[in-house]
């Protein structure tokens, strides 16, 4: 599902953490099978400080996916 990060169904902080640590190259994998499609929230083919922005948006639910 895109925006779950770490693969339990839910969309929360816990992804929003996985998704600050990978984008600081702390991790370099997402717990989830297809983590770059999970990442990248707006489809443009990179995951970047944009999609940890919507991200933050869904969880606030200010923004639907």
């Known amino acids: 599902m895109t925006g779950d990060l770490n693969g339990d169904g839910k969309i929360n902080s816990t ?7 990978y984008l600081l190259k702390q991790i370099v994998d997402l717990p989830v ?7 990248d ?11 940890m922005s919507i991200l933050k948006r869904v969880i606030l639910r200010d923004f639907q996916l």
Do not use: H, W, Y
């Not at 443009?44 to 944009?50: E, L």
């Open 15 to 21: 992804d929003m953490s996985l998704m600050k640590r």
């Open 33 to 39: 099978e297809d983590d770059i499609k999970a990442a």
């Open 41 to 51: 929230l707006n489809k443009d083919g990179k995951v970047n400080s944009t999609d």
